[in-house]
Nanobody, 127 residues
Framework: QLQLVESGGGLVQPGGSLRLSCTPS????????ILWFRQAPGKEPEGLVC????????NYLDSLLGRFTISSDSARNMWNLHMTSLKPEDTAVYYC????????????????????WGQGTQVTVSS
């Protein structure tokens, strides 16, 4: 079974930035579509952004207002989620999830469209 290794979470002050990373245990980035989603305490999981392989991010959650950006690093075989202007309400466990072939033409922000999930990484935004 595919393993997704996430890293980069931690404690950050409001207004700060973090970069999360997600690496698949097999294959290359172009073998997958990826979703970043999060779950805040007491709330339902929320899809943030997705992309197909090393393509541009698609289907960003509107409320992010451009603060988060997905990117891919083929040399390191990882996707990154760059988060800026962080707010206390961004505090959550962040997950990456992937699906393999057949890849969609347009990726979904629903976590149920993806078959493999990472273990999650905690992001806490607090002063």
């Amino acid at each position: 079974q595919l393993q997704l290794v996430e890293s980069g979470g931690g404690l950050v002050q409001p207004g700060g930035s973090l970069r999360l990373s997600c690496t698949p245990s097999a294959g290359t980035l172009d073998d997958y579509a990826i979703l970043w989603f999060r779950q805040a305490p007491g709330k339902e999981p929320e899809g943030l952004v997705c992309s197909v392989g090393t393509g541009e991010g698609e289907n960003y959650l509107d409320s992010l207002l451009g603060r988060f950006t997905i990117s891919s690093d083929s040399a390191r075989n990882m996707w990154n989620l760059h988060m800026t202007s962080l707010k206390p309400e961004d505090t959550a466990v962040y997950y990456c999830a992937t699906k393999s072939s057949p890849l969609p033409n347009y990726c979904s922000r629903s976590r149920f469209a993806y078959t493999d999930w990472g273990q999650g990484t905690q992001v806490t935004v607090s002063s």
